[in-house]
């Protein structure tokens, strides 16, 4: 009987062994072969300076303006969070020998934040739009002299005059709805409710908006756009919070009143080292010296304004 029992005893610790052994595998191939992904939800407020008056792409100029509308809508291509151009609507992109055609092939099932569907009609209808001198778009520059043509609802052609490397880059014109525009008259384009209540089809779209007495906005409480091609983003909500001035947003993010704030001073950025994660971002800059050979006959000459650029040290200031 004893020797009964110490077999048992012995088959116990054998079998626990065994199940300690289990999963402690489990553990370790969980670990090897898993990653973590980042939860649904949150709130996010961020700080911005100055009130936007056109959460429009075709209309936007102010740094307020382009944060909000960076979060409303998207292009045929997008900068991702490296500042690489990168594509959203569009599947693929083909370019001639010559540079000056290129022809954009849309993704599938893309939709409007509303849930109607986008077509190489919005695309043709925001280019168009950009290039009609009656809205004043700043963008219009960008497109002057570009032809673009529908080659079917999924294919857009454009044909520039001459090649211009950067063209890419304008690819990365938000997309306005066909549906919500076509109603307006190009000159009345500016003066439109939609230019601050408009959709797009980007990551988020526009939940509510707060204004002060005299009709500017305060605030814009954005909620996440199931439909965004990319994903639906993380962050459930995201509030921009205006200020007239960064002594503002500074006391707010002091206070804890909003979380973040971008475009910070380094003279303030001292005092948050140990209280707020600071992130430093490159942004792309071009920087130019015009000559005025009006006052300065000299530099009408061209080996003079060719001495000057090889008497500019260019990497180094890069």
């Not at 553990?27 to 407020?45: H, M």
Request: aromatic share 10%.
């Amino acid at each position: 009987m004893r020797y009964l029992k110490n077999e048992l005893l012995v088959l116990l610790a054998l079998i626990v062994i065994a199940l300690v052994s289990f999963f402690g595998l489990i553990f370790e191939i969980n670990k090897k072969f898993s990653y973590e992904v980042p939860a649904f939800g949150g709130t996010l407020e961020e700080g911005i300076i100055g009130s936007p008056r056109f959460i429009n792409p075709l209309l936007a100029q102010t740094d307020a303006e382009r944060s909000a509308v960076s979060l409303v809508f998207t292009g045929l291509m997008r900068y991702d969070e490296k500042g690489k151009l990168s594509s959203a609507l569009l599947e693929k992109y083909e370019i001639s020998e010559n540079g000056l055609e290129y022809t954009v092939t849309l993704k599938d099932g893309l939709k409007w934040s509303d849930g109607k569907k986008l077509t190489a009609d919005d695309i043709l209808f925001t280019v168009q739009l950009a290039k009609n001198p009656l809205i004043q778009s700043p963008k219009r520059a960008n497109w002057e002299g570009v032809e673009i043509n529908k080659m079917d609802e999924k294919t857009v052609h454009f044909r520039l005059q001459r090649a211009y490397a950067p063209f890419l880059d304008n690819l990365t014109l938000g997309i306005i709805p066909q549906h919500l525009w076509e109603k307006f008259q190009p000159s009345q384009i500016a003066f439109s409710k939609f230019n601050t209540e408009s959709l797009g089809a980007g990551p988020y779209k526009i939940k509510s908006i707060e204004r002060d007495s005299l009709g500017s906005i305060n605030s814009i409480k954005f909620s996440a756009n199931k439909h965004f091609v990319l994903g639906k983003p993380n962050i459930k909500t995201i509030v921009l919070k205006f200020f007239a001035n960064e002594e503002q947003a500074i006391r707010e993010l002091k206070s804890g009143s909003i979380d973040s704030f971008g475009g910070m001073s380094p003279k303030y950025a001292k005092e948050f080292v140990d209280k707020k994660t600071i992130h430093a971002i490159d942004l792309q800059r071009i920087i130019g010296i015009f000559l005025n050979q009006g006052k300065q006959k000299i530099l009408s000459q061209k080996d003079v304004r060719r001495a000057l650029n090889l008497a500019i040290p260019k990497q180094n200031l890069v």
